[in-house]
Nanobody, 122 residues
Framework: VQLQASGGGLVQAGGSLRLSCVASGRALNGYTVGWFRQAPGKEREFVAAVTWNDGTKGNGDSVKGRFTISRDNDGNTVYLQMNSLKPEDTAVYYC????????????????WGQGTLVTVSS
């Protein structure tokens, strides 16, 4: 499966962005699609994930109440709506796929997109 992440950019603190992850090459039935982020000098961090079959969602603690993950079955696309952005949200955001139920650990993910940079200025 190929994943294409987009939607990153520069935004002021308090602003919003919506990231997109388009999947191609195979259907996503039976998979979870997740977003992770990696800031300079830090490990990759779980942000949010959604299971394709039933839409079960999970969020990382640092983004709860601010970020929302959703899916568009017809478009094979997963979105990450990011509101109330903070400077500490600055990172490269990656989407990935994991077989089965919600996965919050990076090692569970098989395929990754190329990443999209989000920069939040103070």
């Amino acid at each position: 499966v190929q994943l294409q992440a987009s939607g990153g950019g520069l935004v002021q603190a308090g602003g919003s962005l919506r990231l997109s992850c388009v999947a191609s090459g195979r259907a996503l039935n039976g998979y979870t699609v997740g977003w992770f982020r990696q800031a300079p000098g830090k490990e990759r961090e779980f942000v949010a994930a959604v299971t394709w079959n039933d839409g079960t969602k999970g969020n990382g603690d640092s983004v709860k109440g601010r970020f929302t993950i959703s899916r568009d079955n017809d478009g094979n696309t997963v979105y990450l709506q990011m509101n109330s952005l903070k400077p500490e949200d600055t990172a490269v955001y990656y989407c990935g796929t994991s077989p089965g139920i919600i996965a919050i650990y990076e090692r569970r993910y098989e395929y990754w997109g190329q990443g999209t940079l989000v920069t939040v200025s103070s």
